[in-house]
């Protein structure tokens, strides 16, 4: 049985990264260059203001002067309002004009244009939804198992999607239509998640971010114009919450920063660099709906 521990109490070494890659008082500055080549991290960081702090410098008398470590301390866009935050400002960052507003990439796949101009077909959509049930039983099995304690802490949610998405494909079937086995894109998110569980909380972590908060944004937004295009409007399981919707996101939100709070920043960069990941594998599955 998971321990329920909150996080201020976890064991901590099992969060502990590798000696190499513990606190570095310059931890930003020495992170920044290494990952200049990412998309992501160029525009993470394009906008800050605050400089990494200099070494302290002695003087001609040899005192150390002081002044340096006045300067505002470097932040990461989003860090003041939470962890949460800066794992939106980077997805966000991901997204095409197109997608959300807030989106900067070019379109490159067929899934990131506009939802409107889709030509979804059933068969498609039934991949697709196949393929998302796969990684929520997965997602929400992983949780279950809590290989790490801070898992547990997003365990009934009222998130989850397996059972309602169980709900939807049954309907399908009722209506003759033949359910197909998991896909390429399905199998490979759920073997990827499988492998970080026991390893990478934190890289977990990102992607159960991105998964269930991807899916009551853009993701009902999608289903939405999809029943409208295929569905006769029909609203599937998959997009119905109980309780309210918001207030279940919120009480995430609370849990996720609190457990990033006994991060690193390292470790928190670490989270934030998968995000990159996390919209590659679900636009893989997003792209179902149109094949
Ligand atoms: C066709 C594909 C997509 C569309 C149309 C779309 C659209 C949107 C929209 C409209 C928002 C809300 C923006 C706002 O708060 O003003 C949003 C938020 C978000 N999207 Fe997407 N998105 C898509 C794909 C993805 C993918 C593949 C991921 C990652 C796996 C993702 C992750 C997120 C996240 C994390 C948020 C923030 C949610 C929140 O703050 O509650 N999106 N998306």
Redesign the pocket.
């Known amino acids: 049985m998971a321990s329920l521990t909150s996080i201020s109490q976890l064991n901590k070494t099992r969060f502990q990264t590798p000696p190499q890659a513990q606190f570095h008082p310059n931890l930003a500055s020495d992170f920044l260059p290494k990952k200049r080549g990412s998309i992501l991290f160029q525009g993470h960081f394009r906008n800050l203001s605050g400089m990494p702090m200099k070494a302290k410098t002695a003087g001609k008398n040899g005192v150390v002067s002081a002044t340096t470590a006045e300067k505002p301390k470097k932040r990461y866009p989003g860090e003041a309002k939470g962890f949460?935050e800066e794992?939106?400002f980077v997805?966000?960052r991901?997204?095409t004009r197109?997608?959300?507003?807030?989106?900067e990439k070019e379109v490159k796949e067929p899934?990131?244009r506009?939802?409107a101009k889709w030509e979804p077909s059933i068969d498609g959509y039934l991949r697709f939804l196949v393929d998302s049930k796969l990684v929520y039983d997965t997602l929400e099995g992983i949780i279950e198992k809590a290989a790490f304690p801070s898992y547990a802490e997003f365990g009934n949610t009222g998130l989850e999607r397996s059972g309602s998405l169980a709900k939807d494909l049954e309907w399908f079937k009722e209506q003759g239509h033949v359910i197909p086995e998991p896909s390429e894109p399905g199998n490979r998110y759920a073997e990827y998640l499988k492998e970080l569980s026991d390893k990478n909380p934190q890289a977990l972590i990102c992607h159960f971010?991105?998964?269930y908060?991807?899916h009551?944004?853009?993701?009902r937004?999608?289903g939405r114009k999809v029943a409208e295009k295929i569905l006769n409007g029909k609203e599937l399981e998959f997009y119905k919450w109980d309780g309210d919707l918001s207030q279940l996101?919120q009480n995430v939100r609370d849990k996720l920063n609190k457990v990033a709070e006994s991060w690193t920043r390292e470790e928190k960069n670490h989270c934030l660099e998968e995000?990159e990941k996390?919209?590659k594998?679900?636009?893989d599955i997003?792209r179902l709906i149109l094949s």
């Open positions: 949460v794992m939106r997805a966000m991901l997204h197109e997608q959300a507003k807030e989106g899934e990131e506009p939802v971010y991105n998964i908060f991807a009551s944004a853009g993701g937004m999608i996101l995000t996390s919209f594998y679900s636009g997003l």
